[in-house]
């Protein structure tokens, strides 16, 4: 599984970006969830959401941002409302077979990643 992480930039307080993650190396991804972590400067890297590729399950670490995917692209979205700086960091797509509820918010459990997009909060 390959994927490929786009669409950051520099975005003002309080403004919108959507950060795309096209996935590929596979005729399906039946089964998959991809999520997005992110990491800041100094800390560790965290979870920000996730959706289940089969039927579009959602997860989420913050009702800011909203997780889509186009089946028909291979391509997962994530759509960042009301961004504050502390949302500054490298954002990476990951993907893992299937999902397991008690480590989908764990980038350990994630065995395909992204290289990162980053994204600056910022006046």
Known sequence: VQLQASGGGLV???GSL???CECSGRSSFSGYVIAWFR???GKEREFVAA???TNGGTYFADRRFTVSRDRAKNTIFLQMNSLKPED???YYCAAQPRLITSTLRRSEA???WGQGTLVTVSS
Request: a positive charge; hydrophobic letters at 35%; charged letters at 10%.
């Open 12 to 14: 003002p307080p309080g």
């Open 18 to 20: 959507r950060l795309s």
């Open 88 to 90: 500054t960091a490298v």
């Open 39 to 41: 990491q800041a400067p």
């Open 110 to 112: 994630y065995n395909s």
């Open 51 to 53: 959706i289940k590729w």
